[in-house]
């Protein structure tokens, strides 16, 4: 057993009819676990802040020094859902926080959120509010009425992973 960098490397050796053959595989020790662990923290609190912004997994990646596909595994590990999946959801979040207010129209609230496509907008927050954001602004004008915002939050907080009971189980 070597160890090079963070990274312990392992030689491997299995007899087969061909001779014996060697391969060198690695696991990451712990310290390289925790670096991954905060690049990841800061990416999810870039996502937190930013996510008005177009952000991409690729740039993402970039700044925390990671390819793409090394971050989008990673981070669904550590958080159970891919970094587009985390963004859309603090999207939502957002975006029914102004629908709540119901001074902007469902177009303008799609656009302030950061997305650029109102279909891809309305497909998302259907999947996890478990309406459409113009029945969910017509609804939640009457049922906030009187309700501190931090409260309204907390109460209508969108349910992640796609599990939003549809509207006809409710």
Known sequence: MAEYGRTTFKLCSAPSRYGTITRVTSSPTAAQRLDDLARLRRVRD?????YAQPLDVEALARGVHMSAGHLSRQFRLAY???PYSYLMTRRIER?????????????????????????????RFTELVGVPPSVYRRQSVRAAAGMPPCVSKQVTRPIRNREAESPSHA
């Open 46 to 50: 870039r996502i937190d802040r930013e």
């Open 80 to 82: 159970g859902e891919s």
């Open 95 to 123: 975006a029914m926080a102004l629908l709540r207010r119901g001074d902007l129209s469902v177009t303008e609230v799609c656009f302030e959120v950061g997305c650029s496509s109102l279909g891809t907008f309305s497909t």
